[in-house]
């Protein structure tokens, strides 16, 4: 059985931490698997802290789509 050329999009860094090809979502450096989506803990706990934050400003009037409560059953 041949062995296929490794398409791995991951790169070991001299250091020896493993990142992708992925970018962080925050800053867009390289992204560590340990962290995904982020390069970091630090990027994964701001933005973390800016989803709270938004999320504390955002008006609640609308119920988000598939977000609803279902009806009361109405049982017998
Ligand atoms: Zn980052």
Not at 31 to 50: E, I, N, T, Y
């Amino acid at each position: 059985m041949a062995k296929k050329p490794n398409v791995s999009v991951e790169k070991n860094r001299p250091d020896g931490v493993r990142v992708t090809a992925a970018k962080c979502v925050r800053c867009k450096q390289p992204v560590v698997a340990r962290f995904r989506p982020f390069c970091s803990q630090r990027c994964s706990d701001l933005d973390l802290a800016g989803w709270l934050t938004s999320q504390y400003r955002i008006p609640t009037d609308e119920t988000p789509d598939g977000y609803e409560t279902e009806p009361p059953a109405d049982e017998d």
